[in-house]
């Protein structure tokens, strides 16, 4: 069901962004001192001119001072700790202005600032309040919403599915000695490791892999002075898209085709309902993040989801990905009521709602059978008992809110009289997401078309993180390689399977196919792979694999998970980090999500298995009591025994084509022995019981 707006909502949007005369309320004065929540002080450079402290502008941004007064021990933060430096979280130089579009009406302003050093020049990334470091920062003010939380539930909602969205926390403002109310610090989105998980494109790229990432993409208004980079029709109009990585002034045509290019067939294959896995969009979009960016658009009502504000990333290798989620103050049953708009019901769909429905794929994907399947199956998940979008779950968000920020609401609506009910807003959002919860389910449809997808015994059996390096090969990255194994007995067809998870990027190509048993080689450098070790690999990823930690997600062209391994240089882990070992997991038969299952294999070993075949070394009895007898066809120059994480036990030089060994004195368990003969050399794993 449709609901009417008394006028067109394009109308109201000339209004809401060239209207200057609109009243609002006056600042009142408040006694602030203290706060449990950290105290931002900001105090702007003096203007020569007036000798007073310059007001902050829309643009450009002007130099100031700021101090975040933070207790670390959850004690309370008085503004006169702001002399006191074992209570600064941040004491230094910043450039600040006002941001935002609508929000400019607002008596009380919201503010992006960048961190110096002291010299005023020179940019400088810091850790605030414990999010990693970054130099570009907001002050959330809270626009139009008068539960003061719809951003910040929002947000964690989303990093409780498991996805990176822009950390938050509460704060409360001084700005030239005035007290401005509650906010937000947040972080903008970026392409880094700790945000937007994507590699920055290179600026000369022009064909190839390196034409195909990174990007960061948005649907959203102009008002921000980027161009439009291009328009997309939906159903009641169009959608302008403009460009965050590159930068738009440093996009090149051939970039910009490029990534139009894929939304444009993503518009096409979804217009179509063409799920192939090779031409449809399966093969454009990595459809778990589509699917989430609905589920919480969805959830929130977010009046603004899909036409503005809404954000897209493609990492090099990689699928065009919805997100991260962005400004949701205009959800669970808010709007700009002030402009006569009412829009975030319980009981319609956003995508095909309003004026602004966003870009023609988003109804178009909800068409699809195939994806309007996997959307009910991921709503019912997240929605369950105990799941992070229960409505047990976000009560209790929100209650947990409402008791951090209970003060700062009252003087919030002390200093700008906006939330006379404060605590009324917040009940009826919370009765608002119950009936919103209830109509989704009942409305979304059947999911047992997709409850359970039929999943290739593919397995990652052997992971190359952290290679050692020689004079031959200096750099490790290009050593490195991910190795997967077909389980089953028969053969995979491997199309749409890819790597899903941010940090490294691979799809096997359409029709490309794993027989049973047989395994396959992702290497980071073809070339130096093949070069090292004297076979070619499968295929190539993007981007390096993490020297500590990474989770390596293997799925199939919907999303569904085949295999997932999140590998760590630290116990129960074996040591793979450096020591010329890869990790190798013991028996597909057991869980490769435990470090304990597997075990460490020589990278040496790769490269002389092809050398050594027909050597004819022997290594017996396997598994081994207290004796390992080894026969050769060549003299034996020596013989290494180690343990799992890489530790010399026992070395010995027999010269001569056979040999015993004494394993009495090793403890029972698994062990690497390296048999080398003037021929070559081979690694071959034992049983110790």
């Given at each position: 069901m449709k609901h009417k707006l008394p006028i067109s909502f394009k109308a109201l949007l000339l209004l809401l962004f060239?209207?200057?005369?609109?009243?609002?309320?006056?600042?009142?004065?408040?006694?602030?001192?203290?706060?449990?929540?950290?105290?931002?002080?900001?105090?702007?450079?003096?203007?020569?001119?007036?000798?007073?402290?310059?007001?902050i502008p829309d643009e450009p941004k002007i130099a100031a001072?700021?101090?975040?007064?933070?207790?670390?021990?959850?004690?309370?933060?008085y503004v006169s700790d702001q002399n006191t430096s074992g209570y600064l979280n941040y004491n230094g130089r910043i450039k600040i202005e006002i941001r935002g579009s609508?929000?400019?009406?607002?008596?009380?302003?919201?503010?992006?600032?960048?961190?110096?050093?002291?010299?005023?020049?020179?940019?400088?990334?810091?850790s605030i309040m414990g999010m990693p470091k970054e130099k570009d920062w907001i002050l959330n003010g809270l626009a139009f919403d008068p539960s003061l939380m719809r951003d910040y539930i929002a947000y964690n909602l989303s990093r409780a599915m498991g996805y990176y969205t822009t950390r938050t926390q509460y704060c409360e403002v001084i700005i030239n000695g005035v007290y401005k109310g509650l906010y937000i610090i947040q972080e903008k989105l970026k392409d880094d490791s700790n945000r937007i998980n994507i590699q920055k494109i290179d600026p000369a790229a022009a064909s190839g892999v390196a034409l195909t990432g990174g990007y960061i993409t948005k649907a959203d208004k102009t008002t921000g002075g980027d161009p439009v980079a291009w328009t997309m029709s939906s159903y009641n109009g169009t959608t302008d898209y403009i460009h965050e990585l590159p930068k738009p002034e440093d996009v090149t045509v051939t970039q910009n085709n490029y990534i139009y290019q894929q939304f444009n067939t993503l518009s096409g294959t979804s217009r179509s309902n063409n799920t192939d896995l090779a031409t449809g969009y399966p093969s454009v979009i990595d459809i778990p993040t589509f699917v989430d960016f609905m589920v919480m658009n969805e959830l929130a009502s977010n009046v603004d989801g899909y036409q503005i504000s809404t954000y897209f990333h493609k990492d090099i290798g990689?699928?065009?990905?919805?997100?991260?989620?962005?400004?949701?103050?205009?959800?669970?049953?808010?709007?700009?009521?002030?402009?006569?708009?009412?829009?975030?019901?319980?009981?319609?769909?956003?995508?095909?709602?309003?004026?602004?429905?966003?870009?023609?794929?988003?109804?178009?994907?909800?068409?699809?059978?195939?994806?309007?399947?996997?959307?009910?199956?991921?709503?019912n998940q997240v929605t369950a008992t105990g799941a992070p979008l229960s409505y047990a779950a976000i009560e209790t968000l929100i209650n947990n809110t409402t008791a951090l920020i209970g003060e700062a609401a009252q003087r919030e609506q002390q200093a700008w009289g906006t939330v006379p009910n404060w605590h009324g807003e917040v009940n009826n959002m919370k009765s608002w997401i119950q009936t919103r919860i209830s109509w989704i389910t009942s409305h979304i449809g059947s999911h047992s078309a997709c409850d359970n997808p039929v999943l290739p015994s593919l397995v990652i059996n052997g992971i190359s993180y952290h290679p050692a390096t020689d004079s031959q090969f200096t750099v490790s990255e290009d050593l490195e390689f991910i190795r997967i194994k077909n389980t089953g007995a028969t053969t995979v067809n491997l199309t749409g399977v890819y790597l899903r998870e941010l940090g490294v990027s691979y799809q096997f190509p359409a029709n490309s196919t794993l027989e049973a048993g047989a395994v396959a080689y992702i290497a980071n450098n073809t070339a130096v792979f093949q070069q090292r070790f004297g076979f070619a690999p499968f295929g190539e990823f993007q981007r390096d694999l993490s020297n500590n930690t990474q989770n390596l997600v293997l799925a199939d062209g919907m999303g569904n998970v085949i295999d997932a391994v999140q590998y760590d240089d630290e116990a129960p882990w074996p040591d793979a980090d450096g020591s010329g070992f890869y990790l190798n997991l013991a028996d597909t038969t057991l869980d490769n999500s435990l470090g304990q299952n597997w075990s460490l294999e020589a990278e040496s070993a790769l490269a002389t298995a092809n050398v050594t075949k027909g050597q004819?070394?022997?290594?017996?009895?396997?598994?081994?009591?207290?004796?390992?007898?080894?026969?050769?066809t060549a003299v034996i120059e020596s013989v290494s025994v180690y343990d799992v994480f890489g530790k010399l036990l026992l070395q010995t030089t027999p010269k001569q084509p056979t040999t015993t060994l004494d394993l009495s004195n090793i403890a029972t368990g698994i062990y690497m022995v390296k048999?080398?003969?003037?021929?070559?050399?081979?690694?071959?794993?034992?049983?110790?019981?």
């Open positions: 060239c209207c200057t005369g609109i009243k609002t309320l006056a600042q009142n004065a408040v006694n602030f001192t203290q706060s449990n929540l950290p105290i931002v002080i900001i105090s702007t450079d003096v203007d020569p001119n007036t000798g007073q402290p310059m007001e001072g700021m101090k975040i007064i933070y207790h670390t021990d959850g004690t309370t933060n609508s929000s400019q009406d607002l008596p009380k302003k919201q503010y992006s600032w960048t961190t110096y050093e002291n010299d005023n020049t020179t940019k400088k990334s810091v990689g699928k065009l990905r919805a997100g991260p989620i962005w400004d949701f103050n205009l959800t669970f049953g808010n709007d700009l009521f002030m402009y006569g708009l009412n829009r975030s019901f319980t009981d319609v769909w956003q995508f095909d709602n309003w004026d602004n429905t966003g870009s023609k794929f988003w109804l178009d994907l909800y068409n699809s059978s195939t994806f309007r399947c996997y959307l009910s199956r991921r709503w004819g070394i022997v290594l017996y009895p396997n598994p081994a009591g207290s004796q390992l007898n080894i026969k050769s048999v080398t003969t003037a021929t070559g050399a081979i690694t071959q794993k034992i049983l110790h019981n």
